[in-house]
């Protein structure tokens, strides 16, 4: 599975389409925020774990993406405003955040009653 298409909708909000058809909308916040790099999500290392200390600071630029790299045939890297760039997203890893958020979001809308 490989997206075909990765457009930056406005300041909060990208568009992912794959090669099955299948379009996603999520947020610059939610895609940020499931970064994959040991420093944002941890790293295990001859059976120990390390997770990172959740940073709860608002740094500017933190959810503006300023760049989408192809990186082979597997994955993508991102680069981010605040100049974080060592999160590689796997095509197999982002299908999985999109179909989350997808899951999330629909779960979270109000529900419309006429």
């Known amino acids: 599975m490989h997206p075909v298409k990765f457009k930056k909708l406005n300041s ?25 790099c040991a420093s944002c999500a941890g ?8 997770k990172p200390s959740p940073l709860k600071i608002l740094v500017p630029g933190k959810y503006e993406l300023k760049s989408v790299e192809v990186i082979g045939n ?5 680069t ?6 060592t999160g590689i997203y ?10 989350e958020f997808s899951r999330v979001s629909t779960a979270t809308e109000p529900d419309h009653k006429d």
Not at 74 to 78: G, K, P, Q, T
């Open 12 to 36: 909060e909000n990208i568009l992912i389409k794959w090669d099955d058809d299948k379009e996603f909308t999520i947020t610059l916040q939610y895609l940020r925020d499931r970064c994959p």
């Open 43 to 50: 790293e295990s290392v001859l059976w120990r774990e390390y």
């Open 74 to 78: 597997y994955a993508i890297a991102l």
């Open 80 to 85: 981010w405003g605040d100049g974080h760039s």
């Open 90 to 99: 796997a095509f197999d890893y982002l299908r999985r955040i999109c179909l």
